[in-house]
């Protein structure tokens, strides 16, 4: 038998820009038979490998690029890595600030100034940038430049050629006054320094990793919501005892406890006991549920009121809560085509750049004569050029969008899913559980002599032990049932017995005629009315006389018509597909106002109706529950599927909705939209900054701290854009 492939997910240590994630990327790609895709943003490198490849040489790749890797930890309680980062930053601008207001303004400049603000530099640069020099270094060591070389190389010869003018020309005399400009002017080599340069750059690409680390932790916060809504401790019986033990010790078939007020712990079936559980967090439904015997709970939701007894079903890993997580995870190490764009461009840029500015330092001196313009203007392009922005672009957006829909109850496979959403013009829905309830239930009773309440007690008399969906829609919740004596059933007909003493007969009107009961036409008129709303009705008979009509169907869920009206108003066609025979389709399809239908459609069919709405050129999306409508979902150009716990593993969809309403689905193409449209917005920002940036810099327009600001200023740009999703409704 053939190994088996492996997914590996590593995390990454020391990645400081795009640059790097492209590098580590190439590394592990030229291993025979790997493909990895490094995510910046989230410093995880995802990594689809043969069997025979050890995790080992994949770390041994990584490391060999310069690069710590490892792979996950168990979950631990959240840390604030920015909080290192923060003292850094505010002690770098403590120093920072009075070289750049002393640089700046000429009337504070006091005799020796300069030397000061020199003294005050060389920590800015040395120890507040050393993130940036040792990763130049480390990416020196390799034969590779990054982000960091160009930080890097930019803040030190800014600061070497200020102590050289200082130390060697006339920078150093006591009474020298400094002139601050934004544009690039001509000066005396022997009297420039870039005190403030040095200083300012090294404080603004500081802030404004601090801002991207920063926020990149808030965007994540979706994810590390639903990871915290798991229980650390748990109620469980062992031994005839209750005891309180480590939610890790729990096993599949405990017996735990959840009391008001407690998260349930896992998976698990109830055996006992009622409670409001209240699943918003985890499936987005904001109603809360009812749950007795025999129903199933998920791990992390809230017990509101009343309290169960609870058989694990599942734990740990397998756990819905913790595929959710894994598939929001998976979502966010994607690549969106327009992003795999983006990530070329950034793996030449850095080198590409460091020729720029070498171009623009020789051809001051040796053009325009002026090696002061040159130096200043190389040092600026060096700093702006900086490629973070493109590499934050997707990442971010799709950290927010995937965070923000897994607290919705839509869950995104990936960058693929939103190119597709954004593509399609066609919804062809499931109706059966989708549009529908998917269970009869009764709709409307009618009785000859007005006791509405009578004909449905002794119908549900007749039913109560019946697991027929037209039995149960009739019996269920129904109060004050009948004892019933000599019970007869009569397949795909009817049922009769003595209810209350009177022999009673239920079943369809030619059924009824042929057991000798007069149906009057008021009767037959009315079943055929209901009939053509595509609901079933059935005939009760007492004492050998019409008593009443039941009218029973897959009721129509109450958000179809505005999930319908939703679709539309994106532009998508809306079709419906179902199982069920053409007079029930189209009534249904009458109420929502869809006017293209497929009814009668086997399981096994609806794939290919797909597949030839697709042959007629349309971009199709697929609604469904996700069991019988697998094949149909991954046919389709964008599958989404409808369903609880049950379905958030389907590999078939794109799109996985938690809640059972159609809304969802709207909900989920709005949000897929609405993050490639940011994902967009990035790209397009992050390439018309460079583009414009950097001959802006070459011709002296924008010096050197001038430029570390606007090249800060469009990361955190970038990153503030993207968080513009979690306001998404």
């Not at 910046?40 to 041994?60: C, F, I, K, M, R």
């Not at 032990?465 to 019996?475: F, K, Q, R, V």
């Amino acid at each position: 038998m053939a190994a088996v492939d492996q997914d590996i997910r590593l995390d990454i240590e020391g990645m400081t820009c795009a640059s790097c994630a492209m590098r580590i990327e190439k590394k592990l790609n030229k291993l025979e038979g790997v493909q990895a895709s490094v995510n910046y943003a989230l410093g995880t490198a995802s990594v689809h490998a043969p069997a025979d490849v050890p995790v080992e040489q994949l770390v041994q790749t990584v490391e060999a690029a310069g690069y710590g890797a490892s792979l996950p930890q168990p979950a631990q309680p959240p840390v604030d890595e920015t909080a290192g980062l923060r003292r850094r930053l505010i002690a770098t601008w403590v120093l920072a600030l009075p070289v750049i207001a002393l640089s700046m303004v000429p009337a504070w400049q006091f005799f020796g100034w300069q030397w000061v603000a020199l003294a005050l530099t060389v920590p800015v640069v040395l120890w507040g940038g050393r993130g940036f020099h040792r990763a130049a270094w480390q990416n020196l060591r390799h034969g590779t430049a990054t982000m960091d070389t160009l930080v890097s190389v930019g803040t030190l010869a800014a600061l070497a050629w200020s102590v050289y003018a200082m130390v060697f020309g006339r920078a150093g005399m006591i009474g020298m006054h400094h002139h601050f400009s934004v544009v690039v002017e001509p000066q005396e080599a022997a009297d420039a320094i870039y005190l403030e340069a040095a200083a300012g750059v090294t404080a603004f690409l500081l802030l404004g990793r601090y801002l991207e680390a920063r926020s990149k932790r808030v965007a994540g916060a979706a994810v590390q919501g639903l990871l915290r809504l798991k229980a650390d401790e748990v109620l469980v019986e062992r031994n005839g005892a209750a005891s309180t033990i480590p939610l890790a010790q729990l096993v599949i078939g405990d017996v735990f406890r959840v009391r008001p007020g407690d998260r349930v712990a896992t998976d698990g079936v109830v055996i006992d006991g009622h409670a409001s559980v209240d699943a918003s967090a985890v499936t987005g439904e904001s109603v809360p549920v009812e749950v007795g015997p025999g129903d199933h709970v998920v791990g992390g939701t809230l017990a509101a009121g009343g309290s169960v007894r609870v058989r694990a079903t599942a734990v740990g890993a397998d756990t819905e809560l913790s595929r959710i997580a894994a598939l929001v995870e998976t979502a966010q190490t994607g690549k969106a085509s327009v992003q795999r764009l983006a990530d070329r461009v950034a793996g030449v840029f850095v080198p590409v750049i460091l020729l720029l500015a070498l171009a623009t330092l020789l051809g001051w001196w040796l053009i325009g004569g002026d090696l002061t313009r040159g130096f200043t203007a190389a040092v600026a392009v060096l700093v702006i050029a900086c490629p973070c922005a493109l590499g934050l672009a997707t990442p971010v957006a799709l950290l927010v969008g995937t965070g923000r829909g897994a607290q919705l109850g839509i869950l995104i496979r990936g960058p693929q899913a939103l190119e597709q959403a954004d593509a399609v013009r066609t919804v062809v829905l499931d109706k059966t559980g989708t549009l529908t309830d998917g269970r009869m239930s009764l709709v409307g009773v009618w009785a000859a002599d007005g006791d509405e309440q009578q004909v449905r007690r002794v119908a549900a008399s007749l039913e109560q032990d019946s697991a027929h969906p037209i039995a149960t829609a009739i019996s269920r919740d129904a109060a004050g049932l009948s004892p019933v004596e000599d019970f007869r059933s009569y397949d795909g007909a009817g049922v009769g017995g003595v209810v209350e003493g009177r022999p009673a007969l239920l079943g369809r009107v030619g059924w009824l005629r042929e057991q000798g009961i007069d149906v009057p036409a008021l009767v037959h008129g009315r079943v055929d009315a209901e009939a053509e709303l595509g609901r079933t009705a059935v005939v009760l008979a007492v004492g050998g006389q019409v008593s009443g009509v039941l009218s029973v169907a897959d009721r129509i869920r109450p958000t179809s018509v505005a999930a319908i009206r939703g679709f539309e108003a994106l532009g998508l066609r809306p079709v419906m597909m179902t199982g069920d025979h053409r007079g029930v389709a189209e009534a249904v399809a009458r109420q929502l106002g869809i006017h293209e239908v497929h009814a009668a459609v086997l399981p096994q069919d609806k794939a290919a109706h797909v597949s030839a709405l697709q042959q007629q050129g349309q971009k199709v999306a697929m609604v469904g529950d996700g069991v019988n409508d697998a094949a149909a979902l991954a046919t389709a150009d964008l599958g989404i599927a409808m369903g609880s716990g049950a379905d958030v593993a389907s590999d078939a969809a794109d799109l996985t909705l938690l809640r059972t309403d159609p809304v969802a689905a709207v909900d989920a193409v709005r949000l897929s939209r609405a993050t490639l449209r940011v994902i967009r917005q990035n790209i397009g920002w992050a390439f018309a900054y460079n583009l414009a940036a950097v001959p802006l810099a070459m011709s002296g327009r924008l010096g050197p701290m001038v430029a570390g600001f606007a090249m800060a200023a469009s990361s955190v740009l970038v990153v503030l854009n993207s968080l513009r999703l979690r306001r998404f409704r």
